[in-house]
């Protein structure tokens, strides 16, 4: 069945649209409140430097695809009504307002706060007026010897139209007056800062009173500019950056070959139809005017900066400066104690299921498993999902040596992972140049399933078997990610969830009816549904005056049905805490409506990612651990997985570690109220608890 005639199936409104919230103003309310981290004096000054850039790179994203997509509707006369009952013109005029309002606050702090304080513990960013002398002359020679052979100046005439201007590039628009060598006098020209080009330059420290001295690349560029138009004045020159529609659309119903329909549209993303522009506060008038009738764009696209128009070049500076005063604590992730007592991760696996809470606990287990895998030769078989795992992954390497080591391989590549597509292709040639097996899964929906299995045939008193040895996890295989994102990894033996796995790889290679699985729950077929039974199970025992609970982690939540479903509960009586980081659709807290469900939002050092479900189950506490947010895309549209904790000690840990310590957090958590608004959850009185603090303090060696 088509993916959209499975969500229309399922998507049933119980509740008016005044019960549900936006879902691109709910972006843009976590991105505040990833600001407010950059905002707050209590983080070390380079952390706040890196928070401020990851809303710029969130708000890149956001435009490239939520704001490409509104603008589509709107181009197309949309009259579509979304399910918190705004249109698209709705929607884009207060998405427009809430993020420029959004981007004045963060460069006011960029320009107020964060580099008046990185002046004062010696990391300057040096102004075209503050250069001295020498230092001008360094600047001089670094301009003639590294920038200049490698710009192309385009003066703007009828033989020189307006250029291509790649996605998100820096690019600069110059007034001029004068005539040329040729006698042609044109009033403007582009200049575009080629990628190789570093956005930010640091001085010889002979040069500078201070340790760490930086210049911005445009202002190298517009200190020299007059040195590409030899002759003529220079009147003014501009920095701006023009974001582009980059949702990548390939009709798989329609093509062949699905990598290579992919590797011909790739390219065409950094062409995609403008959606913004940002120039520099200083851009005259007229070359605004002129910026956005170039790219089809009107005033309410324009976004006027106070300051470099990529803060997300400055996400090296950080790395680059060895001041770990003014940086999050280091911190060595630990690893299970059943891990440490043998070599083999094999021996350690059938002692009995292992879970891994990252980052606290090291993502080494999984490459271990893999590792060993390879080079095994009681190791008959790997299968493997794939979505992001990096350009340059161990994982896929020990992949790449188990197939040249015989080993039977396959790996199911998701070749429309949004903005890993290249890297993900990548390896795909590759491991079919060794012989691995690759498929891109099933047509229309993406495999966004963590899942690893290896076969391993062993010995045992009733003769030679084959036993599958299991990792699933609700993060990516990537192992730089594993240390940045909180996620839960279970290694397991056990045989029932062993065939299970094995049932989903058969669907995603070969063909047939999905079979009954016994313990996963699989999108698009049983997640939503298993999910809506779990809630209805607590509404029922709620109003039998039993004891009703529910407490679920998760990225987003926006699918309908199960708001409704939480909504029934509530008002039925259950508990609910919904510990949500991103975006939720869900009205907390509403008399009548959903006064028994609070939602809370964790922002921290580590970007919160496990999705953990908890429902009480009449004493049987039933908790899972998931790939997939409680979003239609998830439940429909794509290849998911939840599954159980069935050990009672694990699941006691991730009760404990995944929801009870969220729960009590009151430093780096946010209470949602009814509304949409988000207040920091602050008690005077009560201990001072930081989730994410405390599982570092707990779980490292």
């Not at 399910?83 to 013109?89: E, F, K, V």
């Not at 999108?523 to 549904?529: D, G, N």
Request: aromatic residues 8%; contains cysteine.
């Amino acid at each position: 069945m088509p993916p959209h005639t499975l969500a229309e199936r399922h998507m049933t409104q119980h509740f008016p649209p005044e019960n549900y919230l936006n879902r691109e103003l709910g972006l843009l309310a976590f991105n505040r409140r990833v600001l407010a981290q950059a905002q707050n004096p209590r983080h070390p000054l380079l952390e706040r430097l890196r928070f401020l850039c990851i809303v710029s790179s969130n708000l890149d994203e956001f435009f490239e695809i939520r704001v490409a997509g509104l603008k589509e509707q709107l181009k197309l006369g949309s009259l579509a009504i979304t399910t918190d009952g705004l249109s698209a013109q709705e929607v884009f005029r207060r998405v427009s307002d809430e993020a420029r309002a959004l981007i004045d606050a963060q460069y006011a702090l960029f320009n107020n706060e964060i580099l008046p304080g990185l002046d004062a513990e010696g990391i300057r960013f040096l102004r075209r007026s503050n250069w001295t002398d020498a230092q001008r002359e360094w600047i001089r020679g670094f301009f003639f010897r590294e920038v200049m052979p490698v710009l192309t100046p385009i003066g703007l005439d009828p033989s020189h139209p307006f250029p291509r201007v790649l996605n998100k590039s820096l690019n600069f628009a110059i007034e001029l007056e004068g005539k040329d060598a040729f006698g042609r006098s044109s009033d403007a020209a582009i200049v575009q800062a080629p990628r190789v080009l570093p956005r930010v330059i640091r001085l010889p420290r002979e040069l500078c009173d201070c340790e760490y001295a930086f210049v911005f690349l445009s202002s190298v560029l517009h200190d020299f500019v007059g040195e590409l138009f030899a002759g003529m004045n220079v009147l003014g020159c501009y920095q701006f950056r023009v974001t582009r529609n980059s949702d990548l659309f390939v009709d798989e119903e329609e093509v062949k070959n699905l990598r290579t329909k992919i590797q011909g549209e790739l390219p065409q993303r950094h062409f995609g139809d403008a959606v913004r522009l940002e120039v520099a506060d200083n851009c005259s008038p007229a070359m605004t005017e002129f910026l956005l009738g170039q790219f089809n764009l009107s005033a309410s696209d324009l976004y006027r900066v106070a300051g470099p128009v990529n803060l997300v070049r400055l996400m090296q500076v950080p790395d680059w400066v060895p001041r770990d005063d003014l940086k999050f604590s280091t911190f060595h992730p630990g690893k299970p104690k059943v891990l440490q007592k043998t070599h083999s991760i094999f021996d350690s696996m059938r002692a009995g299921d292992i879970l891994l809470h990252h980052p606290y606990q090291s993502f080494t287990p999984v490459i271990n498993l893999l590792d060993q895998a390879a080079d095994d030769p009681r190791v008959v078989a790997i299968k493997m999902t794939v979505y992001r795992t990096g350009t340059d992954s161990v994982l896929m390497q020990s992949l790449l040596r188990a197939a040249q080591n015989g080993k039977e391989v396959t790996v199911v590549v998701e070749l429309m992972a949004r903005f890993d597509e290249e890297a993900n292709i990548g390896w795909a040639t590759k491991l079919e140049e060794v012989g691995a097996h690759v498929v891109y899964g099933v047509v229309g929906y993406k495999t966004h399933a963590k899942m690893l299995m290896v076969v391993r045939r062993e010995e045992t008193e009733q003769g030679s078997t084959l036993r599958r040895y299991i990792h699933l996890g609700t993060g990516n295989y990537h192992p730089r990610t594993a240390r940045m994102y909180t996620d839960f990894g279970l290694l397991t033996c056990n045989e029932e969830i062993g065939g299970d796995v094995n049932e989903v790889f058969k669907q995603l290679t070969g063909l047939g009816r999905a079979q009954t699985l016994h313990h996963l729950w699989q999108a698009p077929f049983t997640l939503q549904s298993n999910i809506i039974a779990a809630i209805r199970a607590e509404t029922i025992a709620a109003r039998a005056g039993q004891r009703a609970r529910i407490i679920a982690k998760m990225n987003s939540l926006l699918e309908p049905e199960t708001i409704a479903a939480l909504y029934e509960a509530s008002q039925a009586g259950v508990r609910i805490d919904l510990i949500v980081r991103g975006v939720c659709a869900l009205r907390p807290g509403v008399a009548g409506l959903s006064e028994n469900i609070r939602v809370r939002s964790i922002i921290g050092r580590f970007l919160e990612h496990h999705r953990v479900f908890y429902f009480h189950a009449g004493g049987e506490e039933q908790v899972y651990l998931s790939s997939a947010d409680w979003m239609d895309r998830n439940f429909f549209r794509r290849i998911e997985l939840a599954f159980p904790i069935l050990d009672r000690k694990l699941k006691r840990r991730v009760i404990f570690e995944g929801l009870q310590t969220y729960l009590a957090d009151n430093q780096q958590a946010w209470e949602m109220d009814g509304n949409g608004g988000y207040h920091p959850r602050r008690n005077s009185r009560a201990k001072p608890r930081s989730a994410q603090g405390e599982l570092i303090e707990l779980l490292q060696p």
